[in-house]
């Protein structure tokens, strides 16, 4: 399939607020709280003030374990993401806001009203990223506890979807409530919903995944992809697949925007920049996060190893329940030898290796550079736009939007206004049409 391509097509930009995870930089002296609402706030009007389309949220449903210890990252909170979200509606006037509620331990009458109540509450700025999980470490924390296999967690969520959009469109787009009834193979529920028909009709759907699966959730049924492809030749692969997978299901490339999540370090001058990138990298893995990545990957206890040592010379042993509550590695045997691989070529430590290959700057230069490198990743069909995910809680933006944006906007590749009220404007997508 050919992706339209236009040089002048325009940039989408969102916000990640960092939380809780190894990107954020815990021992600068300019980290301040992650959960304190004036992180919130700060860096939600940052990007309100850089024009960006969406304020991103994750979500934490369990705090992680590590060899049966919460996972040391995990002490400062995990706030809900609608509640913050809720707050933030009143202090930010044209950015989205988007959270992300797991589709596997929520019900969709339930959602369903907590997101119309944003969207209304904003004005049509509301958005759902989701997510699902078959961790019944997670799952503990729930009723029906980790009951649903893997192979399922999909296509609840379809479902799950779906339902949510015949409960928005339950009510009439004058305002009229009518009685729904849903019958499937996960939910069975009928009633009338409370919340009348919110500003964007439905709030955008936002899915966050790379496996197969995940691809094809997205072209079925969302609106915006939030992805992680390092590479440009990377992300015009991923973005041909899945623009590809559109038209099945009767849909246009334009209808579902692709927004890998990205870091970006500046500098007056490019060894200034990447001279930051290597501190930057050298303070989120520390010798102790080395380890511990390190054991993650291997499934076994490493602590004696040293961090400025050789890599072990066994293969990983699998063990799920040493590190609870992360997302699974894949071929961690094939994972391990190529972290080694990398360590034997270039003469690095377990620490060293650790840095390189969990690199997280994606795009590191002077701002000129930068602002040249997004936009050729638009123009070339390796993304849409970005979610931009600082190193810092709560000013990692600041000289982005300072520095970055005037140079993308005098490039004609960035809006210099909102040109709309409701984030479906932001984005260019169409109001859905009332399906009641």
Do not use: C
Not at 93 to 113: D, K, M, Q, S, W
Not at 127 to 139: E, I, K, L, M, P
Not at 194 to 208: D, L, N, W
Request: glycine content about 8%; cysteine-free; hydrophobic content about 40%.
């Amino acid at each position: 399939m050919t992706v339209r391509s236009s040089a002048r097509r325009q940039i989408h930009l969102a916000a990640h607020f960092p939380g809780v995870n190894s990107t954020t930089v815990w021992a600068d002296p300019r980290s301040r709280s992650q959960i304190a609402f004036s992180s919130f706030e700060q860096l939600a009007r940052t990007a309100e003030r850089g024009l960006f389309d969406f304020f991103f949220l994750a979500e934490g449903l369990r705090l992680r374990e590590h060899k049966g210890r919460i996972h040391d990252l995990d002490v400062v909170g995990r706030p809900e993401s609608l509640t913050v979200l809720n707050a933030l509606a009143a202090v930010t006037e044209r950015i989205g806001l988007a959270a992300t509620v797991n589709a596997t331990f929520n019900e969709p009458y339930e959602l369903a009203r907590r997101l119309a109540t944003l969207d209304h509450l904003s004005g049509g700025r509301a958005a759902w990223n989701v997510v699902t999980s078959s961790d019944a470490f997670t799952g503990e924390n729930f009723r029906r506890g980790g009951y649903l296999d893997r192979a399922d967690r999909y296509t609840r969520a379809a479902e799950f979807v779906d339902v949510a959009r015949e409960l928005w469109d339950s009510w009439t787009p004058d305002g009229l409530p009518r009685p729904f009834a849903h019958r499937g193979q996960h939910f069975d529920i009928a009633g009338e919903f409370t919340v009348p028909r919110s500003p964007q009709g439905h709030p955008v759907v936002i899915q966050a995944g790379d496996s197969g699966e995940g691809r094809e959730f997205a072209a079925r049924t969302a609106d915006v992809i939030f992805t992680r492809h390092g590479t440009l030749e990377d992300g015009r692969a991923f973005y041909a697949d899945v623009k590809g997978r559109l038209a099945k299901y009767g849909r246009d490339p334009d209808d579902l925007k692709i927004m890998p999540g990205v870091s970006v370090v500046l500098g007056d001058t490019a060894a200034e920049a990447q001279e930051r990138a290597a501190e930057i990298r050298r303070q989120q893995v520390s010798p102790q996060n080395a380890i511990l990545a390190l054991e993650q990957l291997w499934g076994t206890d490493l602590s004696s190893y040293d961090p400025d040592g050789p890599f072990p010379d066994f293969d990983p042993v699998p063990d799920p329940t040493l590190t609870q509550g992360r997302t699974r590695r894949g071929d961690t045997v094939a994972l391990a030898e190529k972290w080694r691989s990398l360590s034997r070529d270039k003469g690095l430590s377990i620490r060293q290796t650790v840095i390189e290959a969990s690199a997280r700057q994606s795009f590191i230069g002077t701002p000129e550079a930068v602002a040249a490198d997004l936009e050729t990743f638009v123009r070339q069909d390796a993304a849409d736009g970005f979610i931009l995910v600082p190193h810092l809680t709560p000013g990692g933006l600041d000289e982005f939007v300072d520095r970055v944006v005037p140079l993308l906007q005098e490039r004609r590749a960035f809006r210099t206004e909102y040109r709309g009220t409701t984030l479906r404007s932001h984005l260019g997508l169409p109001d859905p049409a009332w399906q009641g």
